[in-house]
């Protein structure tokens, strides 16, 4: 019998797309139900809150997702699209078990370096915000006591990194929704008893009570995580705190980590900084070139605006990235994958995208028409006053550009080679000087204030689409696998709805963006809308 032709393009890998879908739709459950936990919550804390209160609460909640991404992005990524140990220590008459004990044990040690990690970049963040937080900022109520516990609380959640990437690599999305689900309502209920009772007694809390809340986010997904990583160390035989693997050498820093992934982590650490620049890069501007009243006005609107993105397309995102990772990456760079997986593979981005595409011609359609009016309905006419309701209007316009770079970008880090993430790094560098110029025409020369900022996203977004598409474009055609790009555009009539239908809408019903609100207003909008969404 002949040798195997080493050559030959790699076999796709057992079908995950059951099982991704199926956490897809677990996480997107999730979300919908800590988010409407969360909103209740925010609809009870906006009553004891200011605009700027509600500003340095976001910064300091971007302090705290600056650490977490920092720490750990890069690592997840990695770990989905490598294996965690070396084929020349698998052998045919391995102990299925043991093997999976010792895999096991190599993923929790690698989750350890986001903790290593993390105290290293809680520490600098903190400093750098210290330094660079204006002097209204650092008056606020307990804002110093609120900051320490920020950090601890990412140092919390940090830890229970081991077990998350555990379960992620085992496709255990129910740990996720359940430590997720148990965290979010605690906080929510934290959060507002503290806010309540600081309230109740005449004290001025500031921002602690989203501190207090934070902390205790992070402790219980750590409890919950290490409950269920426990259970699993006891069955697999491997444990939850690190340990040597004892074949080091080459293959292992330490003897604890593989070092192809952590090599292929740090290789991504760059673009993760420049992303994370670039993904929170308007809550930076927004506090370099506005007030503190202003950022909250926009921590609003962006808030209400994201729901979507959070509720739907991150989890979407997340198991899309999950699932490319696996039909498609290889631990042997020198095979390919084989046209039947090229060409799934192919069909499932372009199915996702269109989706996006119909689902963003709704948002466009309605969303600029009915933000106004919904948001003076949640959140009060005293929000309207101070033009939130504007801006999220034009947020509408932003959700499907995010919205289609998120699933495109979820499909680059699922595929690209170190070489082609440092050269994405570099693009991102370029679009983050676009970004900041937009930012500063809009908001300073133009004078639009938060909307400005959410115009300069909006250039920002377009950009790394068009990189990130070129990108796929390029791949599949270097497999020989068609990808028509432009067979995404939505057709004539769609264009001709999305362009008329706000301006239609607000005809048919009479009502105005600033105008004081009733019920009977969004009913109205809601009926208009009807039609529109049939003739898409």
Request: hydrophobic letters at 50%.
């Amino acid at each position: 019998m002949s040798a195997p032709d080493k050559s030959a393009p790699a076999p796709a890998p057992p079908d995950a797309s059951k099982t991704v879908v199926r956490g897809a739709s677990l996480l997107i459950v999730l979300q919908i139900g800590s988010r409407a936990v969360t909103f209740i919550a925010n609809q009870l804390l906006l009553r004891f809150l200011t605009a700027q209160l509600l500003g340095v609460s976001t910064q300091l909640e971007v302090y705290y997702l600056s650490v977490l991404f920092f720490a750990r992005e890069s690592l997840r990524v990695a770990v989905q699209r490598q294996e965690t140990r070396p084929a020349s220590t698998r052998k045919p008459d391995d102990d299925p078990n043991a093997r999976l004990g010792r895999e096991s044990q190599a993923v929790v040690n690698l989750g350890y370096l986001a903790v290593l990690l993390g105290c290293f970049v809680t520490v600098g963040l903190g400093w750098l915000y210290l330094s660079s937080a204006d002097e209204s900022t650092v008056k606020t109520p307990n804002f110093l006591l609120a900051l320490r516990l920020y950090a601890f609380a990412a140092i919390l959640e940090l830890l229970s990194e081991p077990c998350f990437v555990l379960m992620q690599t085992r496709l255990q999305f129910g740990t996720r929704a359940s430590a997720e689900s148990i965290a979010t309502f605690l906080r929510c209920v934290v959060t507002f008893g503290t806010a309540f009772w600081a309230s109740n007694v005449g004290i001025d809390s500031g921002v602690l009570p989203f501190a207090v809340g934070q902390l205790s986010y992070g402790a219980s997904l750590l409890l919950v995580y290490l409950w269920a990583g426990t259970r699993l160390a006891r069955a697999d035989g491997f444990s939850v705190l690190p340990k040597a693997l004892g074949s080091g050498g080459q293959d292992y820093v330490a003897s604890y980590f593989y070092r192809p992934t952590v090599s292929l982590a740090s290789s991504m650490m760059a673009q993760s900084l420049v992303k994370h620049v670039l993904t929170q890069g308007d809550t930076f501007l927004v506090s370099i070139l506005s007030t503190p009243k202003s950022q909250g006005v926009y921590a609003l609107a962006s808030n209400y605006g994201g729901l979507l993105a959070r509720l739907v397309l991150q989890p979407i995102e997340e198991s899309s990235r999950s699932y490319f990772s696996r039909l498609l990456s290889s631990q042997d760079t020198k095979k390919r994958p084989s046209r039947e997986t090229a060409l799934k593979a192919s069909q499932h981005l372009h199915t996702l995208l269109k989706f996006y595409l119909l689902l963003s011609s709704i948002i466009v359609s309605i969303g600029p028409v009915a933000a106004p009016p919904l948001l003076s309905l949640v959140a009060g006419q005293r929000w309207a006053n101070e033009g939130a309701g504007d801006v999220l209007a034009v947020y509408c316009y932003y959700i499907p550009l995010l919205a289609m770079n998120g699933v495109a970008e979820a499909f680059v880090a699922s595929v690209a080679s170190e070489a082609q993430v440092h050269r994405q790094s570099a693009w991102m560098g370029a679009f983050s000087v676009a970004f900041g110029s937009a930012a500063f025409f809009f908001m300073r020369i133009m004078d639009l204030g938060a909307s400005g900022l959410v115009y300069a996203n909006c250039i920002n977004m377009l950009c790394r689409i068009v990189w990130s598409l070129a990108f796929v474009k390029s791949y599949f055609a270097r497999l020989e696998t068609p990808f028509e790009i432009f067979a995404l555009q939505p057709n004539a009539v769609t264009s001709i709805i999305c362009l008329s239908a706000p301006h239609l809408i607000r005809r048919v019903t009479g009502v105005a963006a600033r105008a004081s609100t009733s019920f009977k207003d969004l009913v109205a909008i809601g009926l208009a809308a009807v039609p529109v969404v049939l003739l898409m």
